[in-house]
């Protein structure tokens, strides 16, 4: 009975997940600014509190401690974050000014690794951490796949070299993207 309740979840997950790649592919494709809002609605999404009815009485930023349990197996203890909505919003300015020099790679995994670490959410950081990733791909010329990219075997980003294994990883699939792009013929 555990093994198809975990089964359940993990399909939700994933259903949810494609739900909110859709809204970041869009977001993307019509030039809009990932905002604080709609990186709160993606979470919103992620996490299945979004609903209209429980909109205004949900609140998905962590104002609190936390301990957190990582890909590792090791457990963390996150400091209070004073304002999580500002955190958010620095770390998206600092990507959009990336993208918006060409550098769409470094931006996505900037604005990742920065949500990851920073945990401004109180569930689903890194789903969240991986549509901004996707949202900066798509918008700036990079349009891999958000499941391709959600399915990185990502380890724990606080341990040397694996910010850089990251950028090498979405670097990769950027370039993957386009051969399959230049090898289609034109529709």
Known sequence: MQ???????????LARLERALEVSESLANHRALLTTTELARLNGILT???DKSSDQAHDPWRHESVTIELPSG?????????????TARELLHRATETA????????????????????????ANRRTAVL???????????PISGTALYELGLGDLRQPGQIDSLRENVSQ????????KQSQPNQ
């Open 100 to 123: 918006e020099s060409g550098n769409p790679v470094d931006a996505a995994v900037n604005i990742y690794a920065g949500l990851v670490l920073a945990h401004v959410f109180k569930d």
């Open 3 to 13: 093994m198809s309740v975990d089964t359940l979840k993990r399909q939700l997950e």
């Open 48 to 50: 299945g509190k979004s």
């Open 132 to 142: 901004a990733s996707h949202y900066f791909l798509r918008r700036y010329g990079a």
């Open 173 to 180: 699939l950027c370039l993957f993207a386009e051969k399959k």
């Open 74 to 86: 090791q457990t963390k203890s996150l400091e209070l974050v004073i304002d999580p909505v500002l």
